[in-house]
């Protein structure tokens, strides 16, 4: 049975930093990191390949979010740096155990596994 918990999420001011980690159990292939804004649809925004090691990134999070593990690959954090007010939205971490998530896709529907959520909010 998988389980993922994310932590780390509350309020920043624009141009801060906030580290999220998402605490994984289960044999999985890849972890991605979601978000979704009230009004908008889930985006994925980055992912790391717990059996490949490769990440991959949306363009809102190339060059401000870092993708990582702890080394163990059962705790993966997404570094954000530079947040912005578009950055407020709830963040979720989703795994794959299947072979073809080792690509890194972005897609939700890739992911059979979700947790609950964390709430990050950019305000002034």
């Known amino acids: 049975q998988v389980q993922l918990v994310e932590s780390g999420g509350g309020l920043v001011q624009p141009g801060g930093s906030l580290r999220l980690a998402c605490e994984a159990r289960?044999?999985?292939?890849?972890i991605t990191w979601f978000r979704q804004a009230p009004g908008s649809r889930r985006e994925g925004i980055a992912c790391?390949?717990?059996?490949?090691?490769?990440?991959n990134y949306a363009d809102s999070a190339k060059g401000r979010f870092i993708t990582s593990t702890d080394g163990t690959k059962n705790t993966v954090f997404l570094q954000m740096n530079n947040l912005k007010l578009e950055d407020t939205a709830d963040y979720f971490c989703?795994?794959?155990?299947?072979?073809?998530?080792?690509?890194?896709?972005?897609?939700?529907?890739?992911?059979?596994?979700w947790g609950q959520g964390t709430q990050v909010t950019v305000s002034a």
């Open positions: 289960g044999t999985l292939t890849a």
């Open positions: 989703a795994a794959s155990p299947h072979m073809f998530a080792s690509a890194c896709p972005l897609e939700d529907s890739a992911y059979n596994y």
């Open positions: 790391f390949g717990v059996a490949s090691g490769r990440t």
